[in-house]
Nanobody
């Protein structure tokens, strides 16, 4: 089992920055992909950014050039640096981790952290 705990959300003005953190614990050696998703009111959960094996990254078009995903040195924390925030970035942000255990894909989610971009 893997537990994910997010932190760093909050209220920020348009154009501002926030840094989200997600700390993983438990069987983290099984994880090879970590990422961030978000869900705005009335909308489906969508991919924001993922990082594979701590190196390869992929971003939603809407956040390219503004958001950066990275892995901490201990490889048990994933960060999302969010710059030039817009009102449409307002959502609950969820940390995600995927790994294969005994040949079975396991998908883990954090509890979510609210990001509100408003003046």
């Amino acid at each position: 089992q893997v537990q994910l705990v997010e932190s760093g959300g909050g209220l920020v003005q348009p154009g501002g920055s926030l840094r989200l953190s997600c700390a993983a614990s438990g069987s983290i050696s099984s994880i090879n992909v970590m990422g961030w998703y978000r869900q705005a009111p009335g909308k489906q959960r969508e991919l924001v950014a993922v990082i594979n094996s701590g190196v390869a990254t992929n971003y939603a078009d809407s956040v390219k050039g503004r958001f950066t995903i990275s892995i901490g040195n201990a490889r048990n924390t994933v960060y999302l640096q969010m710059n030039s925030l817009k009102a449409e970035d307002t959502a609950v942000y969820y940390c995600n981790a995927n790994g294969v255990v005994d040949g079975t894909l396991r998908i883990y989610w954090g509890q979510g952290t609210q990001v509100t971009v408003s003046s």
